[in-house]
């Protein structure tokens, strides 16, 4: 059994970037992350909308999550702000261990519903996480598949 993970916010600065670029998913919101450090619009260590787990020293596994203001809710029912989970990655190394059901709990944690867009071959993972395809919608999804976590109380909203 593995030891207690601690999930923690991701602060903005060169360490926690340097640590990104060991990470696949590594791209178009990093490098904005990087630009806005160098610009100083963002000063070093502010919150970043990224979590992660570190494992001694190592960042080992993270994810993008984001509060979407309900306005924009075309998913669920009642309307609400949900919550929408990016590319959450655990390292090669550190796979099969616990670390990506640690951040879905964190995430879960919030009671609200979630979002996502998994990646090709993870689609087991997300079922095992209780997460569900969305109804297609051609209009809304544009090519997405996204799939999705109810709390209780609430329910897809009808495509």
């Not at 970043?48 to 494992?55: L, T």
Request: hydrophobic share 35%.
């Amino acid at each position: 059994m593995m030891t207690k993970v601690k999930v923690q916010p991701l602060l903005v600065n060169y360490k926690t970037l340097e640590e990104f670029k060991r990470f696949k998913e590594y791209g178009h919101q990093e490098l904005a992350m990087f630009e806005d450090l160098q610009s100083n619009i963002v000063e070093n260590d502010s919150e970043s909308p990224f979590f992660g787990i570190y494992f001694g020293n190592a960042l080992v596994a993270r994810m993008s999550l984001y509060r979407v203001s309900k306005k924009y809710d075309h998913y669920f029912q009642p309307p609400q702000d949900y919550l929408e989970l990016w590319k959450l990655e655990v390292l090669p190394d550190y796979q099969g261990q616990g670390f990506g059901k640690a951040l879905v709990d964190f995430a879960k944690s919030f009671q609200l519903p979630i979002k996502t867009n998994p990646r090709v071959k993870s689609h087991n993972f997300w079922e095992k996480m209780g997460f569900q395809k969305a109804m297609y919608d051609v209009e809304r999804d544009l090519g997405e598949n996204p799939l999705i976590w109810l709390p209780s109380g609430v329910e897809e909203r009808e495509v």
